[in-house]
């Protein structure tokens, strides 16, 4: 009766008496405790200030726990950011500090479930967002039976191949077409099937994301994304939106139709707004128009306040910048709504295609 799970006797840190454990604490200061003396929170003191937890937190068991802005196995690390800005980085999409499947520190998640080979975890992700588990029809941490073996797992989330669907890719779907055929059919002039932004099944595509309706087409050609700002406003306020370009009102011209055809500034006070730091125009790659740069339309990856940004830098996915799925700022992926990654190609949304 005084044998712990591992069958040591009071965990070798007291005796045992008529089946229950007195635990050795000599000195009085009863930090040996336990059915099974299993918790020593001595080991919660530390060697240089010799206070539990440095004074910053509370120990249960052998662990501390620390107060906000302290962190290390003893709480003797301070942060140096502030414990609203640390919550804030740690918080998902989905406003859940480390999508409650681990623990932030300093404004960085240790997600619970960490690989002991020093590989990723079943639990990943800046905010521990990603949980493969979900994609394993029965879990074993051990096993790489991921989504049944017939689709590829994307953020705890099975993308099925061509003939697979379910949850899991579990159920096989009848189609009268070749894979190659179905895949001919899905592409039509596009390089991509489904233009990179669905899933092909059976030549037809579903445009992803789902029930958000600003992708749509036969093969998912049109995006009325792109005729947003990084603000969401749909072409500039000037124009409207049709099959993901702008339609620019009288007296606006421009991608997103943010340009004025009148200008009230000289040709001097444009030019002025229009150089760079170094004091080139428009970094030599745009012509200037009204005190903001039109960047060359001959280099479509030329971007930015000076046409100083190459679009070339931003990280691909499927060989789609960011995916398709955002809008490339300056080297750096500004992904849409329910899309996170470094490239934009994780969905976090409830539904998936």
Same mark, same amino acid.
């Not at 975890?121 to 800046?126: N, W």
């Not at 941490?141 to 061509?162: E, I, L, P, T």
């Not at 749509?216 to 993901?244: A, I, M, N």
């Not at 992926?333 to 329910?338: A, S, Y």
């Given at each position: 009766?005084?044998?712990?799970?591992?069958?040591?006797?009071?965990?070798?840190?007291?005796?045992?008496?008529?089946?229950?454990?007195?635990?050795?604490?000599?000195?009085?200061?009863?930090?040996?405790?336990?059915?099974?003396?299993?918790?020593?929170?001595?080991?919660?003191? /530390?060697?240089?200030?010799?206070?539990?937890?440095? $004074? *910053? @937190?509370? +120990?249960? =068991? !052998?662990? %501390?726990? &620390?107060?906000? #802005?302290?962190?290390?196995?003893?709480?003797?690390?301070?942060?140096?950011?502030?414990?609203?800005?640390?919550?804030?980085?740690?918080?998902?999409?989905?406003?859940?500090?480390?999508?409650?499947?681990?623990?932030?520190?300093?404004?960085?998640?240790?997600?619970?479930?960490?690989?002991?080979?020093?590989?990723?975890?079943?639990?990943?992700?800046?905010?521990?967002?990603?949980?493969?588990?979900?994609?394993?029809?029965?879990? /074993?941490?051990?096993?790489?039976?991921?989504?049944? $073996? *017939? @689709?590829? +797992?994307? =953020? !705890?989330? %099975?993308? &099925?191949?061509? #003939?697979w669907y379910g949850k899991k890719c579990e159920h096989p779907r009848s189609c009268p077409l070749s894979a190659e055929e179905s895949i001919k059919k899905c592409q039509g002039s596009s390089a991509l099937p489904c233009s990179g932004r669905g899933k092909c099944e059976c030549g037809e595509c579903t445009c992803y994301?789902?029930?958000?309706?600003?992708?749509?087409?036969k093969t998912c050609e049109c995006d009325d994304r792109r005729c947003e700002d990084l603000d969401g406003v749909v072409c500039g306020g000037h124009g409207t939106c049709s099959c993901g370009r702008c339609v620019c009102g009288r007296g606006w011209f421009g991608e997103l139709c943010q340009h004025p055809r009148k200008?009230?500034?000289?040709?001097?006070?444009?030019?002025?707004?229009?150089?760079?730091?170094?004091?080139?125009?428009?970094?030599?790659?745009?012509?200037?128009?009204?005190?903001?740069?039109?960047?060359?339309?001959?280099?479509?990856?030329?971007?930015?306040?000076?046409?100083?940004?190459?679009?070339?830098?931003?990280?691909?996915?499927?060989?789609?910048?960011?995916?398709?799925?955002?809008?490339?700022?300056?080297?750096?992926?500004?992904?849409?709504?329910?899309?996170?990654?470094?490239?934009?190609?994780?969905?976090?949304?409830?539904?998936?295609?």
């Amino acid at each position: 009766m005084c044998k712990n799970s591992q069958d040591i006797i009071c965990s070798n840190a007291g005796t045992c008496h008529c089946g229950r454990c007195k635990c050795d604490n000599s000195d009085g200061n009863g930090l040996i405790y336990g059915k099974f003396c299993e918790c020593d929170d001595r080991e919660c003191i /530390d060697d240089e200030t010799e206070e539990i937890c440095g $004074g *910053h @937190g509370k +120990c249960y =068991c !052998g662990n %501390c726990y &620390c107060q906000a #802005g302290w962190h290390g196995d003893k709480c003797e690390f301070q942060c140096d950011i502030t414990p609203w800005e640390s919550k804030q980085r740690c918080t998902s999409p989905d406003g859940r500090v480390c999508s409650n499947r681990g623990i932030c520190v300093c404004g960085e998640c240790s997600c619970h479930d960490v690989d002991p080979t020093g590989d990723w975890g079943d639990i990943h992700g800046d905010t521990c967002e990603c949980d493969e588990r979900d994609c394993k029809a029965v879990y /074993d941490r051990y096993s790489d039976d991921f989504c049944s $073996g *017939h @689709g590829q +797992c994307n =953020c !705890g989330r %099975c993308d &099925c191949k061509v #003939g697979w669907y379910g949850k899991k890719c579990e159920h096989p779907r009848s189609c009268p077409l070749s894979a190659e055929e179905s895949i001919k059919k899905c592409q039509g002039s596009s390089a991509l099937p489904c233009s990179g932004r669905g899933k092909c099944e059976c030549g037809e595509c579903t445009c992803y994301p789902p029930g958000g309706g600003k992708v749509y087409g036969k093969t998912c050609e049109c995006d009325d994304r792109r005729c947003e700002d990084l603000d969401g406003v749909v072409c500039g306020g000037h124009g409207t939106c049709s099959c993901g370009r702008c339609v620019c009102g009288r007296g606006w011209f421009g991608e997103l139709c943010q340009h004025p055809r009148k200008c009230n500034l000289t040709e001097e006070q444009s030019r002025s707004l229009c150089e760079s730091a170094d004091g080139v125009l428009c970094s030599g790659k745009g012509s200037c128009h009204c005190g903001k740069c039109v960047c060359s339309a001959e280099e479509w990856y030329v971007s930015g306040e000076f046409c100083s940004c190459d679009d070339r830098e931003c990280d691909k996915h499927d060989g789609l910048i960011c995916t398709g799925n955002g809008i490339c700022s300056c080297g750096n992926c500004e992904c849409w709504d329910g899309w996170n990654g470094n490239a934009c190609e994780i969905w976090l949304g409830t539904e998936y295609p």
